[in-house]
């Protein structure tokens, strides 16, 4: 159901690998900065980043696939982009980028593609995120790809970086 790869100008999509670990470890899976709103603590180790990508490669209850953002300069990783299908007629997602990256459109171009991609599919009607309430980088990223706010999520997420108490989130989405 998941394309194999998406490309856009600066990137290009694949699924995550084990050979990816050293990469995501040191580019940005133990930064602070980088895991602040996220639903995962900094990993420690290498060791840590390897669970989390045969978490991502095995089976799942739902349809879903975790993607590297690779630059088409280098073939280098930038972050990675996690789609889910939690119904048939809707995805989620989730994403991240190394700090060394931010602030390029790197993430608004990936997401304009991938919400491209899931509105050409007959079957998909929607396409939707969240992010914490004081996220506003990634909040923008979800405007800037066309995507509508739906409204604030009240107690909706853990993000144990910031807080023990789960957390208000917006929620953005695109729909057909
Ligand atoms: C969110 C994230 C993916 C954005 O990726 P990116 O490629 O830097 O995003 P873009 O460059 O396409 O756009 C970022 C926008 O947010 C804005 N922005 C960045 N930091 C901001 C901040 N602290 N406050 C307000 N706006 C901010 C940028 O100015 C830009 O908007 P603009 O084009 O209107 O100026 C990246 O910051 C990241 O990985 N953050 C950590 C992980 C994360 O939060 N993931 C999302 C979980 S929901």
């Known amino acids: 159901m998941f394309p194999e790869t998406f490309k856009t100008a600066s990137l290009t999509l694949r699924p995550i690998q084990l050979e990816d670990a050293g990469a995501i470890f040191d580019g940005y899976a133990r930064d602070r900065e980088v895991t602040r709103f996220l639903v995962w603590r900094p990993h420690r180790s290498r060791d840590d980043t390897l669970a989390y990508i045969k978490r991502c490669v095995s089976d799942h209850p739902l349809p879903s696939?975790?993607?590297?953002?690779?630059?088409?300069?280098?073939?280098?990783?930038r972050g990675a982009f996690d789609v889910r299908r939690p119904a048939p007629h809707y995805l989620d997602y989730g994403y991240v980028l190394a700090k060394a990256w931010w602030g390029r459109g790197l993430m608004t171009e990936a997401l304009t593609e991938i919400a491209r991609w899931a509105l050409a599919n007959e079957a998909i009607w929607r396409i939707s995120g969240v992010c914490d309430a004081e996220n506003r980088a990634s909040a923008r990223v979800m405007e800037k790809a066309g995507f509508a706010r739906e409204g604030?999520?009240?107690?909706?997420?853990?993000?144990?970086?910031?807080?023990?108490e789960p957390r208000d989130c917006l929620s953005y989405a695109r729909v057909r």
């Open 152 to 164: 604030l999520l009240r107690r909706w997420s853990m993000h144990p970086n910031i807080s023990d």
């Open 65 to 77: 696939r975790t993607y590297v953002l690779l630059g088409n300069e280098d073939g280098a990783v």
